[in-house]
């Protein structure tokens, strides 16, 4: 992969990277999309990366429809797929440490320790061996573009970070390969978040936060089989609790629906 990467590289070609773990939707694609409109060589990768994975029921039963996801990369035009095994890519007892510093503590860093060391773990492999000059991430997992914006900063790496949108179903739930994971009551009583996030940007008053994050919590508890993890009105810059002088204001929300974690967020003053 390396060395045929290399030789495009050579020939003047930019390369886009897009890095998923399967189970592809069209969320995945719409980064692909991207990474074709931008760039002349788009490769994807599919790795179920177990260590970013805290809960290993969880990695257990993450979906891995390969053959699909190979049928949806081939009609989409991706011009690499990337499918390395566990063995590939990782030594046995291989140790990795990043200063992240409090992103690691906050939010999604809480409520899931050591996940963020696992992702910055694969992806600095990853981009190691793609060497991407661009590399395409989903706002859908906010916390983790800062993270690897912070990789990329504390390692000098020479990839640039594109963040792309969250794409949701016409009834508002954001796209998630774990989403197959819900029945369909659940599914419906999921609906809570994007609802509650969109209610808050209608809503928004900087003058207001901690009430609105009050009233927000409320609805998202008053709703059956989910429990809030958390749900935070944030500075989009370093996930600090926003006040009325942040600029960059995004609302991001972590709820158990039935038995399946979701999370979701929307940016409410950019
Ligand atoms: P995953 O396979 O869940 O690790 O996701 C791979 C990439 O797709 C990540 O950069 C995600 O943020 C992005 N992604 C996941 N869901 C969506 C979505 N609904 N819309 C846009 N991007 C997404």
Wanted: hydrophobic fraction near 40%; glycine fraction near 6%; charge should be negative.
């Amino acid at each position: 992969m390396s060395k045929y990467l290399d030789e495009l590289h050579n020939d003047g070609k930019a390369i886009g990277f897009v890095p998923t773990m399967g189970a592809l939707h069209q969320g995945h694609l719409s980064l692909l999309a991207q990474s074709q409109q931008q760039t002349d060589v788009s490769v994807c990768s599919i790795f179920v990366n177990p260590t970013q994975f805290n809960d290993p029921k969880d990695l257990e039963k993450y979906p891995r429809p390969i053959e699909s996801d190979i049928k949806k990369l081939e009609q989409a035009g991706c011009d690499i797929l990337f499918n390395p095994g566990v063995n590939e890519m990782y030594a046995s007892n291989e140790q990795w440490h990043l200063d992240l510093g409090e992103l690691e503590h906050l939010l999604e860093g809480k409520f899931r320790p050591g996940h963020y060391q696992g992702v910055t773990q694969v992806v600095f492999k990853l981009f190691d061996i793609v060497k991407p000059d661009l590399a395409f991430f989903g706002q859908k997992d906010f916390q983790q573009v800062l993270v690897i914006q912070k990789m990329i900063d504390l390692l000098h790496l020479e990839v640039k970070l594109v963040m792309c949108p969250i794409l949701r179903e016409n009834d508002g739930l954001a796209m998630s390969s774990r989403n197959i994971h819900l029945s369909a009551e659940d599914r419906q009583h999921a609906l809570v978040l994007s609802r509650t996030l969109s209610w808050l940007r209608q809503n928004f008053d900087d003058g207001q936060i901690a009430s609105l994050t009050e009233q927000c919590k409320n609805m998202i508890k008053a709703e059956p089989s989910v429990q809030l993890e958390y749900f935070e009105i944030a500075n989009g810059e370093n996930l600090h609790k926003a006040n009325n002088d942040t600029k960059q204001i995004v609302a991001l929300v972590a709820a158990k629906v039935g038995n399946t974690r979701l999370i979701d967020n929307m940016i409410i003053r950019s």
